[in-house]
């Protein structure tokens, strides 16, 4: 379990540079989301090939149609919910995006007891509601940000469908194989719908420059292969609800280096600050309960 938190710890800080790619990468979020996959998934099947065990684990899945359909689906819910997080970014700023994110924790309170048919936790929910109430506390006072805002919630919401199904089909397969299934879903799906998006959200090319490709492939590497390898591990041992409640940590990090290398200090003000405490004071307290349960199991 020690090896599992430390995992999540480092996909924690990879993912806290997520929404800085996402805003210097001039593409709009459509774009970006399309090749971001596309360079994943072709680097995932690079090392699954190079793997001395490509042999067994990748053939093998090819011939379990089942367990690949569902795969490319919740590749599907992926890429929905990084459109709409980069979408968030780009109508706002990096710290409205990632804060919006927190509100992936609430969505999985509601979601996994249903989708896993289990009674509603209202410790899990009340830790959500402190999340919540930081996100409204900065909707409400900064009129700025609404439709940052809204895009972020929505994105929270397929960020939560993600989490909870891939938990579901990660028992049993490789986690390279996964993502390379998941990348390769999402990026069929942005394909069928592009031009259908480029036609409502047009744009002068569909190209990267010299500058976003480079930006794309390290992206890709560290913040997509690597992060997301580290976090299906984590799933198969931590439930999902610890995990996206842990993630809510992102925005901390986020904040701090969109603040030293964007300058977003000077965009945020006081109630931004506000809900950004509530939100850190939501993952304090399910850290203290999950200590505290675990320190009262030691005593039995």
Known sequence: MKQAFIKLHISIVLAGFTGIFGKIIMLNEGLLVCYRMLITALVMLAILLLRTHAHTSFPNLLRRGKTGGRLLG??????????????????????????????????????????????????????????LLGILFIFHFDMRYRTG???????????????????????????????????????????????????????????????????????????????????????????????????????VYSILIAMLFLGEAKELNFSFYIGLGLIVFSVFLQTWSVWKSKKRVSYL
Not at 88 to 105: A, D, P, Q, R, Y
Not at 163 to 176: E, F, H, L, R
Not at 233 to 250: C, G, P, R
Request: charged share 10%; with cysteine; net charge neutral.
């Open 149 to 251: 805002i809204l895009l972020g919630i929505v994105s929270s919401l397929f960020a939560a469908l993600f989490t909870i199904t891939n938990k579901q089909v990660a028992t049993g397969c490789p986690s390279g194989v996964m993502l390379l299934y998941e990348m390769t879903g999402g990026f069929l799906l942005l394909v069928l719908l592009m031009p259908f998006y480029l036609y409502f959200f047009p744009v002068a090319t569909i190209l990267p420059d010299k500058m976003d490709w480079i930006y794309l492939l390290l992206f890709s590497v560290f913040c997509t292969v690597l992060l997301y390898l580290l976090q299906i591990d984590v799933l198969k041992s931590i439930s999902a609800f610890t995990v996206n409640l842990s993630y809510n940590l992102e925005p």
């Open 74 to 131: 919740v590749g599907c819910l992926l890429a929905l919910h990084w459109v709409f997080f980069f979408g968030s970014i780009k109508s706002s700023n990096v710290s409205i995006g990632v804060i919006c994110f927190s509100l992936t924790g609430f969505f999985t309170a509601f979601l996994e007891p249903l989708m896993n048919k289990r009674k509603i936790s209202f410790k899990e929910l009340s830790f959500s509601l402190v999340t």
